[in-house]
């Protein structure tokens, strides 16, 4: 049979076959390969090409998602921003504290979509967020300058320091200088503490050691733990006489250990780098704060808004080892917490201090303080 007598004979026998029962097809099937030789897989979609519209891809074999839909992806998405954009990891945790509070904002959810929640994967949470999800590509410019005034007296922190308790907190300034390093502008401090990741946040006008000094002490007041270590980076904002006598003139009992990173060594300091990127940078991001005016309306939301909802509603990781394979290294992390469940977890805290804390966390609506945290960045944002 020649290549036009296959056309018509195509031609007569595809409508029937389209209109036919199951086992029809198939007769009509068998019948159009014994005559034209066909393998059976082309012989039908020769019959079906008409039908078909688009040539769309082929669907994905395996069951279709129970998760891609609107009533799972709203609160998702919603937790997910209101978390600064949590990985999935932490957010697979944050998800059952955020969820109450969701509902208490924007309503009831049905139990199907709550338990469709709580139920994914890591991996899910990464698929239904992909086509949401920003990169940020802009850096900022370093500010530390060398202070080498007292390098001699401040020791290097060589040993390791007892993190099974709080108290041991690692320091850093961030610049919010914008492109130039010229002149005075607002620096945001950050203090964080290594065994609960509980973090502190405090705006100054310039760097200079008697404004740290205040700000360091206002973050000690407000600490959950006494304060056993400092440890910071080479700056002159640190490396000074006010913050030294500071730790040192005390009672033995309330000495605060002071140590400095090797320079040039931001791994040294990794724990505060680290919250320089998730509490300043992606909260203020790189512009120049040049006004004055500006570091009182910044301190009033690092104290109050901002803190609360990092240290009681934003989940953490802690690397529990590292090993060496040839030239990768494999890291394993325990269980994301936040980190006022890891203060509560501690010995070394007092019980009338965890019952503050309990009902403080009671006091606390997440969107709320969202909600008012955005207000506040309003009203900074303005005088830029």
């Known amino acids: 049979m020649g290549h036009k007598e296959k056309k018509a004979y195509l031609n007569e026998i595809r409508k029937r076959y389209r209109k036919a029962q199951k086992e029809l097809k198939t007769k009509i099937l068998d019948e159009f390969c014994a005559v034209c030789n066909y393998h059976r897989k082309h012989a039908i979609r020769l019959l079906w090409a008409p039908f078909r519209k688009t040539k769309s891809k082929p669907r994905k074999r395996g069951s279709r998602s129970i998760y891609n839909n609107r009533h799972v992806l709203e609160p998702l998405i919603k937790i997910w921003l209101a978390t600064d954009q949590m990985c999935s990891k932490k957010l697979k945790v944050a998800l059952p504290l955020w969820?109450?509070?969701?509902?208490?904002?924007?309503?009831?959810?049905?139990?199907?979509?709550?338990?469709?929640?709580?139920?994914?994967?890591?991996?899910?949470?990464?698929?239904?967020?992909?086509?949401?999800?920003?990169?940020?590509?802009?850096?900022?410019?370093?500010?530390?300058?060398?202070?080498?005034?007292?390098?001699?007296?401040?020791?290097?922190?060589?040993?390791?320091?007892?993190?099974?308790?709080?108290?041991?907190?690692?320091?850093?300034?961030?610049?919010?200088?914008?492109?130039?390093?010229?002149?005075?502008?607002?620096?945001?401090?950050?203090?964080?503490?290594?065994?609960?990741?509980?973090?502190?946040?405090?705006?100054?006008?310039?760097?200079?050691?008697?404004?740290?000094?205040?700000?360091?002490?206002?973050?000690?007041?407000?600490?959950?733990?006494?304060?056993?270590?400092?440890?910071?980076?080479?700056?002159?904002?640190?490396?000074?006489?006010?913050?030294?006598?500071?730790?040192?003139?005390?009672?033995?009992?309330?000495?605060?250990?002071?140590?400095?990173?090797?320079?040039?060594?931001?791994?040294?300091?990794?724990?505060?780098?680290?919250?320089?990127?998730?509490?300043?940078?992606?909260?203020?991001?790189?512009?120049?704060?040049?006004?004055?005016?500006?570091?009182?309306?910044?301190?009033d939301l690092y104290r109050n808004e901002y803190s609360l909802l990092k240290n009681y509603f934003c989940p953490n990781m802690k690397l529990i080892s590292k090993e060496r394979i040839n030239s990768k290294y494999r890291k394993k992390y325990d269980v994301p917490q936040t980190p006022y469940q890891r203060v509560l977890s501690s010995n070394d805290i007092s019980n009338p201090t965890k019952q503050n804390l309990i009902n403080t966390y009671k006091s606390l609506n997440p969107f709320v303080l969202r909600k008012n945290i955005e207000a506040k960045l309003r009203s900074i944002f303005k005088l830029i």
Not at 126 to 154: A, C, E, F, H, M
Not at 211 to 231: A, C
Request: hydrophobic share 30%; proline share 4%.
């Open 99 to 299: 969820l109450p509070f969701y509902e208490q904002e924007y309503g009831e959810l049905s139990t199907d979509i709550k338990d469709k929640l709580l139920k994914m994967s890591r991996a899910t949470i990464d698929r239904l967020l992909k086509p949401n999800k920003v990169k940020y590509k802009r850096r900022g410019l370093s500010g530390t300058k060398p202070g080498t005034l007292l390098k001699n007296q401040i020791p290097i922190r060589t040993d390791n320091w007892d993190i099974t308790k709080p108290g041991f907190c690692e320091a850093d300034t961030v610049a919010h200088c914008g492109n130039s390093l010229v002149g005075d502008f607002v620096w945001s401090l950050t203090m964080t503490d290594i065994f609960s990741g509980w973090t502190e946040n405090r705006a100054l006008w310039g760097k200079g050691s008697d404004g740290v000094l205040t700000q360091v002490r206002d973050i000690e007041k407000k600490l959950p733990f006494s304060l056993l270590g400092f440890d910071c980076d080479n700056g002159s904002e640190f490396l000074n006489y006010h913050l030294m006598r500071y730790f040192s003139d005390r009672p033995k009992s309330k000495l605060v250990q002071f140590t400095r990173s090797r320079p040039y060594r931001k791994n040294d300091n990794a724990h505060v780098e680290q919250k320089n990127w998730t509490h300043v940078r992606q909260l203020l991001g790189y512009d120049r704060f040049g006004n004055k005016e500006m570091v009182a309306l910044l301190n």
